[in-house]
């Protein structure tokens, strides 16, 4: 069955290649060539060769529009052709098939059924005013002029076998072309629905990150004012000026933090998330991280320890692994008292290796720790009022599962916190 599916959407085209309506239209080029190879034979048996040469023009006339929707993607072409001649076949087929007693009316029928919900909605009136208009004057012509309409069937049980055939193929037709259409409503119906859930949860990170910035560039800025305004109408003593000098450099450095997560971050909303993974040596790709954070941790008088084999190899992005260890440093000396300890270690777990940043400082709150991966988590202050970057570990989670790993965390109030990074290696 799974085979059946995958070989009929090779033939119809796919949801993303192609929309609904083109889909619908595909299909049922198939089936008037499947439905006309069963009539050609069908008509020259009950002897009504002129229908059975009309069915063969259809078949191949089906084969050419199928051709020209699928293959050279020319769908309102393809189907304006399909229902003007197959409309003007089916009228002359009318004369030659014994006019309102035959079947030919039945076809009519089902032509405009499938223009309808194959057809694009802006030429529905079209179609129906087309298709009203040829049976009308058909009706009209053989009234005034009956002897222009062949009575072709050769016996009464010819013309009842013909128009039991006509209707148990037309009633499959619309059997078909019912349930595929509703089908193919509801997946598209369903890919509106995901599509919406997507944009909302884009919608509300975006939001968030407005929030974030608007509120988090303002403060930095503003101590920055402040501080020459101070400068221009005091003369400030030289401890009174290091110990401000000191506090704007922590939020300078905060705020460079902040900017950089957003940089990472909005380079990935608009060319998606870009992931190079290659054998990347975990010491050799830390370890500018944690130098970097050296003069931070020494200005809290934080012990910070990286315990790495030096040999340690893993399958990842070394900018993505840098950004992320980097988010969970900053975070851990953030979060850290002063006099605390914050390591940094990599150990092998079987075809995986553990990264961890474990920090002895306050911990976080169980409740906090649901939301603590998403834009929904609330930036909360350090031990010496540092602001924590709202985006960074959403970042870090989004950036591990990009590459193929898992992060996750365990802390205890009071007691420190251990993140976790899971990621594979060669």
């Known amino acids: 069955m799974k085979v059946i599916k995958e070989t009929l959407y090779k033939l119809i085209g796919g949801p993303v290649e192609f929309t609904l309506e083109v889909r619908i239209f595909n299909a049922i080029c ?24 009309i069915c063969t023009l259809l078949f191949l006339f089906g084969g050419y529009v199928y051709y020209l929707s699928r293959i050279r993607k020319k769908f309102v072409t393809a189907i304006t052709i399909s229902g003007i001649v197959v409309t003007v076949l089916f009228a002359v087929n009318y004369f030659f098939n014994s006019g309102m007693v035959g079947a030919s009316l039945l076809s009519f029928t089902i032509t405009l059924f499938l223009l309808l919900i194959a057809g694009p909605s802006r030429h529905a009136l079209f179609w129906v005013t087309f298709n009203l208009i040829v049976v009308v004057t058909l009706l009209t012509v053989e009234y005034l002029y009956p002897e222009l309409v062949v009575e072709r069937y050769p016996s009464r049980l010819s013309q009842t076998s013909d128009l039991a055939s006509t209707y148990i193929t037309n009633g499959l037709f619309l059997y078909l072309g019912t349930r595929f259409f509703t089908s193919a409503y509801k ?3 369903k890919r509106i629905e995901e599509r919406s859930v ?7 990170e975006k939001n968030k990150l407005f929030s974030i ?23 400030l003593e030289s401890e009174e000026r290091k110990k401000i000098e000191s506090e704007l450099l ?29 054998p990347v040596n975990v010491f050799l790709c830390l370890k500018p991280v944690i130098e970097i954070y050296k003069p931070l941790a020494a200005k809290k008088e934080i012990q910070l320890d990286f315990r790495v084999d030096p040999a340690q190899e893993v399958l990842a ?21 002063i006099g605390g300890v914050v390591t940094v270690g990599a150990v092998l777990e079987g075809k995986k290796c553990l990264i961890t940043v474990k920090d002895n400082g306050r911990g976080i709150q169980k409740e906090q720790i649901t939301a603590i991966f998403s834009l929904k988590a609330q930036p909360t202050f350090g031990t010496n009022k540092e ?3 709202g985006l960074g570990l959403f970042l870090c989670k989004e950036y591990t599962e990009a590459q193929h790993g898992t992060i996750w965390l365990e802390s205890s109030p009071d007691m420190g916190t251990t993140f976790f990074l899971l990621l594979p290696v060669l």
């Not at 997507?198 to 509300?204: A, G, P, T």
């Not at 070394?318 to 979060?335: C, D, H, P, T």
């Open 30 to 53: 198939m089936l008037v060539v499947l439905n006309m190879g069963y009539n050609i034979p069908f008509s020259f048996i009950v002897g009504i060769p002129e229908t059975g040469w």
């Open 387 to 389: 602001r924590g970057v």
């Open 198 to 204: 997507v944009l909302e949860r884009l919608n509300e």
């Open 317 to 337: 992005d070394a900018a993505m692994l840098q950004l992320i260890v980097r988010n969970l440093v900053g975070n851990a000396i953030k979060f850290t008292n």
């Open 250 to 278: 922590s939020s300078i450095n905060y705020t460079q933090d902040m900017l950089f997560n957003l940089l990472s971050w909005s380079s990935t909303q608009l060319k998606g998330t870009m992931v190079s993974l290659a």
């Open 187 to 189: 997946k598209e119906q």
């Open 213 to 235: 910035v608007s509120h988090d560039l303002r403060s930095p800025l503003a101590s920055v004012q402040q501080y020459f305004e101070i400068l221009k109408e005091v003369d």
